[in-house]
């Protein structure tokens, strides 16, 4: 995949607290802009059998900083995540 010539840089720094299998996984993370710190947040992963499939449920609690970036703007991205992680599971995912 080539990548862009200009534009920001984001990365993702996690640290995973705590993982139990089949049923929940709880980390910590930074979100970055080029060398600026942008968020950071606290995520819990719940699954749980539901009938016959699986509930996967997202709880995130953020701390938004120096206005550069926003809970929509996660939220957004995150959903697009959890959108294509739930095609790829249901058998329509692109593989992206």
Same mark, same amino acid.
């Given at each position: 995949?080539? !990548?862009?010539? &200009?534009?920001?840089?984001?990365? *993702?720094? @996690? ?8 049923? +929940? $996984?709880?980390?910590a993370?930074? !979100?970055? =802009?080029?060398? %600026?710190? $942008? &968020?950071? &947040?606290? @995520? ?5 059998a539901?009938?016959?499939?699986? +509930?996967?449920?997202?709880?995130? %609690?953020?701390? *938004?900083?120096?206005?550069r970036? =926003?809970?929509? =703007?996660?939220?957004h991205g995150? +959903? @697009?995540? !959890?959108?294509t992680?739930? @095609? %790829?599971?249901?058998?329509?995912? &692109?593989?992206?």
């Amino acid at each position: 995949m080539a !990548m862009p010539d &200009s534009g920001p840089v984001y990365t *993702f720094d @996690a640290v995973y607290q705590d993982i139990v299998p089949g049923k +929940r $996984i709880v980390y910590a993370y930074d !979100m970055h =802009q080029d060398e %600026h710190r $942008i &968020s950071v &947040s606290l @995520a819990t992963v719940e699954i749980e059998a539901d009938g016959g499939g699986t +509930r996967l449920t997202l709880t995130e %609690h953020g701390v *938004f900083l120096d206005g550069r970036d =926003q809970p929509d =703007q996660r939220e957004h991205g995150t +959903r @697009a995540l !959890m959108d294509t992680l739930g @095609a %790829h599971l249901d058998g329509g995912g &692109s593989g992206v």
